[in-house]
Nanobody, 121 residues
Framework: QVQLVESGGGLAQPGGSLRLSCAAS????????MSWARQVPGKGLEWVSG????????FYADSVKGRFTISRDNAKNTVYLQMNSLKPEDTALYYC??????????????WGQGTQVTVSS
């Protein structure tokens, strides 16, 4: 069965960095785009970034453009999100999902369980 497992979340200071990973299994990883999205309690899901199946096209929300970098390693069935210049407003539960542009839970078919990112001094 399809599984997506995120890791790498934690506590970072403003201006700091974290790298999230999402390990995929149970399907042909190199045939699908992938996304990162985040959710703050009481707020809606925010799509953060997407990447196509071979990594040649990447996409970002305006809120993270220039600070976050999405990448993938198809040999390792893993997608990454490098987060630099973190801000307190980046605090959220971060999910990876199968699909290039997951703007809502119904727009992509598989989601991980999430990894918490907290940005605070």
């Amino acid at each position: 069965q399809v599984q997506l497992v995120e890791s790498g979340g934690g506590l970072a200071q403003p201006g700091g960095s974290l790298r999230l990973s999402c390990a995929a299994s149970g399907y042909a990883f190199n045939r699908y785009g992938m996304s990162w999205a985040r959710q703050v309690p009481g707020k809606g899901l925010e799509w953060v970034s997407g990447i196509n199946n071979d990594g040649s096209d990447v996409f970002y929300a305006d809120s993270v453009k220039g600070r976050f970098t999405i990448s993938r390693d198809n040999a390792k069935n893993t997608v990454y999100l490098q987060m630099n210049s973190l801000k307190p407003e980046d605090t959220a539960l971060y999910y990876c999902a199968r699909g290039q542009y997951c703007v809502g839970y119904n727009s992509c078919d598989y989601w991980g369980q999430g990894t918490q990112v907290t940005v605070s001094s």
